[in-house]
């Protein structure tokens, strides 16, 4: 897979691309992360690439022409129909769902804005989806993007280490995690659950199963609505 970044702050990626899963994707041409800068495209002597908003507004909007620049220099650099993404506190929140559909692609062109947004062209002309990951507002698409490149990138085949793959159970099975427990047995007067312990592998598993239930219902009773309904629909057949 290509992955690039159209950014105006590139060495903020430095850190999460230089290690462990990534990192180790990186070296074994499971992905090629391109970052470009945005700025390198201004054309006018104070590289800008901000401007007020037309119709008045507090704060600045990122201008089409150095995204436009920079997206069709990147897009010529390979052959992959690449699929858009800005990222946006306005877009569609992320899903698991999302990811394992984005890391099926070839090829994602990234967008991450900083200012108070995008010239709306940008989203249009780009054909670019909008994706938020959460309801909260960052002070730029960086993180954002960082974040679905690491969502997807341990989706990509190889890219987990045998002792990662277990990682992800959370929502695979339409429910969170249950909770585990290593060694040692006895930590600060806390013990280890003593069905783990029992060796019955039929009964730990069903305890593992009670416990996802038990904790989605209490902690995200919205994805516990929806195994909900997944189960009952079911039972129906
Ligand atoms: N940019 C600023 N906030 C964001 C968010 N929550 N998701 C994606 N991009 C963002």
């Given at each position: 897979?290509r ?6 702050f590139?060495e903020?990626f ?7 899963i990534?990192?180790r994707?990186?070296?074994r041409?499971?992905?090629?992360v391109?970052l ?13 690439v ?9 704060g600045?909007?990122m ?19 690449p699929?858009?993404i ?11 769902d999302?990811v ?9 062109i ?13 989203r249009t ?18 993180l954002?993007?960082?974040?679905l ?7 990509l085949?190889?890219?987990l ?5 277990a990682?992800?159970?959370s ?14 047995e ?33 902690w995200?009773?919205d ?15």
């Amino acid at each position: 897979m290509r992955i690039d970044v159209l950014t105006l702050f590139p060495e903020m990626f430095d850190s999460p691309l230089s290690h462990s899963i990534l990192k180790r994707a990186q070296e074994r041409n499971i992905v090629e992360v391109v970052l470009s800068n945005i700025r390198d495209f201004a054309t006018d002597s104070y590289r800008k690439v901000d401007d007020k908003p037309y119709g008045g507004g507090a704060g600045m909007v990122m201008t089409p022409a150095p995204v436009f620049d920079c997206f069709e220099y990147v897009q010529a650099q390979a052959d992959q129909v690449p699929r858009v993404i800005l990222l946006t506190p306005q877009g569609t929140p992320l899903s698991q769902d999302k990811v394992v559909e984005l890391s099926q692609q070839p090829r994602l062109i990234m967008i991450a804005g900083r200012y108070e947004g995008f010239d709306e062209r940008i989203r249009t002309g780009l054909n670019a989806e909008a994706i938020s990951i959460g309801d909260f507002v960052l002070s730029g698409g960086e993180l954002a993007a960082m974040v679905l490149i690491d969502a997807v990138v341990r989706r990509l085949p190889d890219a987990l280490g045998d002792d990662d793959s277990a990682l992800d159970d959370s929502f695979c099975n339409g429910l969170l995690e249950y909770p585990q427990y290593t060694r040692p047995e006895v930590f600060r007067d806390m013990k280890v659950p003593e069905i783990l312990l029992s060796g019955d592998h039929g009964k730990i598993e069903k305890w593992r199963k009670e416990q996802s239930i038990e904790r989605t219902k209490q902690w995200r009773p919205d994805i516990y609505e929806k195994y909900q309904q997944a189960e009952s629909r079911k039972n129906e057949k």
